[in-house]
């Protein structure tokens, strides 16, 4: 995999933009909804950095809403600056695939700025002695993007008391990252609820949103670090499901938050 390489996009018009993705993105169902949620960010910054916008302003909250599948193979992507302030850029960013409307995202882009910090957030997973590297898999080829070490406790339809992942992750590509990368990873677990249950089941998702915690919008790790990661559904009513996670720098920082609706079932 060359990440640099698929966030690769290539202007077609004002604010328009093609990409590809690869098939070893592929997900359980259709291309991974994270790698596309990245293609939508990666084109919005560059139609910022074609604005003229401040290099400072970074991604720092996004939603991603999935109207339709996608699958291997190339989108289109349409920005629309929606209002740019002193310090703030909203835009959205539409994605269409062989004529048909899949995606739909809202970003917020902003410079730092001093303000109110503290933080009630849950500290990181304690990594326990044993983890379970996380295999290579043929079918759903997304998963082998990202070197991931399981808690040995985390098995997917195991039926667990907890519909929950606890991971310890970092970039296959080199310790350096970006907030596409970051996007994608916050999107890149299987269901949660995979965990707590013991026989296979859909739970697609609908909606996706992430916040980043950190205004630098480039992180680096070293070559022996890990990010702790955790992914919990808490909630399954009626056909959905909410997914909550926290995405952890090796130093405990918690660097993005992230909710999924999925469909349960």
Known sequence: MDWNADMNVTQR?????????????SSLQGAHGGVVAALAVRSAQQTLTALGV???????????????GNVPGELTIDV???????????????????????TLARLHFASPWDGIEFSDAPAPP??????VRLDQNARVTHLNNVETHLDATCIPFGGAERG?????CRPQHGGTFDATWLTMFGDYFPP????????????????????????????????N??????MHTFHSHDGFAVEDG?????NGELLATVRQTRLAG
Request: charged fraction near 20%.
């Open 13 to 25: 018009g004002e604010n328009s933009f093609s990409a590809t993705v690869g098939e070893h993105w």
């Open 54 to 68: 401040d290099a400072n302003t970074t991604l720092r909250a996004a939603t991603f809403g999935y109207a339709s």
């Open 80 to 102: 629309d600056v929606i209002r740019r302030g002193r310090t703030m850029v909203t835009a959205h960013a539409s994605v269409t695939q062989n004529g048909k409307s899949t």
């Open 126 to 131: 304690q990594r326990p002695a044993e983890l």
């Open 164 to 168: 929950e992942w606890r991971a310890w």
């Open 192 to 223: 949660a609820v995979f965990a707590r249950i013991t026989e296979r089941s859909r739970a697609v998702t609908i909606e996706y949103s992430i916040q980043i915690h950190d205004a630098a919008g480039h992180w680096s790790i070293s070559d």
């Open 225 to 230: 670090e890990l990010m702790p990661a955790r």
């Open 246 to 250: 926290w995405i952890w720098l090796p």
